[in-house]
């Protein structure tokens, strides 16, 4: 898919088929099979070939897609289209008409630029998608495999083949276009559509695609919320505080004294300045008994742990117990926490804790789905390092960018250089940007910045948390921003792990905070760690 997002465009219907083409052909491990989105290119020379929807390039030809969402209707010669809200615009052009300009209007482009050679070795054809109505009208415009409505729709595949089967054996050539014919086309191609796309335009649909997962994540609530004791499990972005924010909601408007329970005075700022309700306190695992004392209570109704595998030891179960009405064999709560092993920033898990734990027949919930990370940070974390972080990841994204940095000075050089990559180019706001170092601000590499850049960057503290993400650029340690998040993230001081031999904690926490851009800068200028 280019671009690797439908992001532009309010069409449904579009990202209905935008979302079936990056499906389609799952055994072209090639790349031969490229759809191209057109409509959120209007600034770029893809126009010049008009208005076309989705430009299919393949052995099997080139194909226009013009895609009709709502209603379709054609009466005494004239087109009408309704959209959601029942509004009707007519025209004499019908999308069949439409579809097949644009058609030629690529092709003269082509003509110009392709050597005929190759560009005759291509079938030339196009189709429309209906995908909300069913239309049963027959014309003289348009044969029965151009188009597919509600009906065929749903064997899009099948629909996409005898489309190519069609145009194909219409002059009775059966064309298959050859790897050199592909390449030129493409080179065409590829310079007006890739143009440079703003890296903040990259992310709305990965936007949506969270909003869509997150809602995906509401059924686990129903599960958690139907049990008095479950044990919760998922790696980094499954959406475990989520999950927490909304069992939390659920309980204490049933009247019940909810604790949210943390290790990190910092994500426990960050959750209280996010998230306030009555009935709900939010509480360090150490600071949970004052925190009872000063609400009038004996004890909580209900205790949910977020991040907890940090507190995976007797002495942090202890006090959970102490506080629970009931305690945990007869109390209600949920234990959410990460199945990789990030508890090493704050002491290794106790086996023993989690027996007991498990003692206790909670219900057991994996999450599996990635809400997060985009599809390519999420595949990038996990081939590195073999982490367990679920599975589709929030939409596709901008590639992660790495660079490996031999001197310290090469390393400020790509720091800066990453920094003006998603400020100045990608058009993000410098809150959406946060610099991640497993060392203190003083001893990272951003303290060699120049002032310029500098003196906008706001290194956060536990106190400082509840304004996140705030105006400024932020910085911290990757320690304390576990169980945190941001739209981009710029790691460095970290050793590529591949090179490295110890333990890749900071590896981990700090990949997976990125939401939705991650750029690292590995060091190879002989630090230790």
């Not at 430009?55 to 054609?74: A, M, Q």
């Amino acid at each position: 898919m280019i671009p690797a997002t439908p992001h532009g465009t309010n069409s449904q219907a579009e990202k209905k088929i935008f979302d079936l083409l990056r499906h389609a052909f799952p055994a072209d491990k090639k790349n031969e099979y490229v759809a191209y989105h057109s409509l959120n290119l209007t600034r770029h020379a893809y126009k010049r070939f008009g208005e076309i929807d989705f430009l299919i390039c393949s052995p099997k030809g080139i194909f226009v897609l013009e895609v009709k969402g709502g209603g379709v209707s054609c009466k005494s010669g004239f087109w009408q289209y309704s959209n959601r809200f029942g509004e009707i615009n007519t025209s004499p052009e019908g999308p069949f008409k439409q579809a097949e300009s644009a058609l030629h209007g690529l092709r003269k482009k082509l003509s110009t630029t392709v050597p005929e050679n190759l560009l005759s070795q291509f079938a030339i054809g196009y189709g429309v998608l209906m995908p909300d109505c069913e239309f049963r009208q027959q014309g003289v415009e348009w044969d029965t495999q151009l188009f597919a409505d509600a009906r065929r729709y749903k064997g899009f595949d099948n629909w996409l083949k005898s489309l190519f089967y069609y145009w194909r054996h219409k002059d009775g050539k059966n064309r298959v276009a050859s790897v050199d014919a592909l390449k030129a086309l493409r080179d065409v191609l590829r310079p007006d559509v890739e143009a440079v796309i703003p890296l903040h335009a990259q992310l709305d649909s990965v936007h949506e695609r969270i909003d869509t997962l997150t809602e995906d994540q509401l059924f686990w609530v129903d599960v958690v919320e139907a049990n008095p004791r479950v044990l919760c499990s998922g790696g980094a972005g499954t959406g475990k505080t989520f999950l927490a924010m909304e069992l939390a909601r659920r309980w204490t408007s049933k009247g019940l004294n909810v604790a949210l329970v943390c290790k990190s005075p910092w994500l426990k700022n960050f959750l209280q300045s996010q998230f306030s309700m009555p009935g709900l306190t939010v509480s360090t695992v150490e600071g949970l008994a004052v925190a009872k004392r000063r609400q009038g209570l004996e004890s909580f109704d209900a205790i949910i742990i977020d991040e907890g595998q940090d507190l995976l030891n007797i002495d942090n179960v202890d006090k959970i117990d102490q506080n629970l009405k009931n305690g945990l064999p007869n109390g209600q709560w949920c234990f959410f926490h990460d199945i990789n092993n990030q508890s090493c920033l704050f002491g290794d898990v106790d086996k023993e804790a989690l027996d007991y734990l498990k003692a206790q027949n909670p219900v057991l919930v994996p999450l599996k789905t990635n809400c997060r990370n985009t599809r390519i940070i999420l595949e990038k974390v996990q081939a590195s390092l073999a982490a367990d972080m679920g599975i589709r990841g929030a939409g596709e994204g901008p590639n992660v960018h790495e660079v490996h940095a031999i001197t310290k000075e090469r390393a400020v050089s790509e720091l800066t250089k990453a920094i003006d990559d998603v400020i100045k180019v990608g058009g993000l706001s410098p809150g959406q940007l946060t610099l991640l170092s497993p060392f203190d601000f003083n001893e990272s590499l951003v303290v060699q910045l120049s002032d310029k850049y500098k003196q906008n960057i706001h290194v956060l503290d536990e106190y400082s948390f509840r304004n996140f993400p705030g105006n400024n650029i932020s910085f911290s340690t990757i320690a304390n921003f576990k169980g945190l998040e941001n739209e981009a993230i710029i790691i460095v001081d970290l050793i590529d792990p591949d090179k490295y031999e110890g333990k890749l904690v900071n590896h981990y926490v700090g990949m997976s905070r990125a939401k939705s851009y991650l750029s690292i800068i590995w060091s190879e200028y002989g630090f230790e760690e």
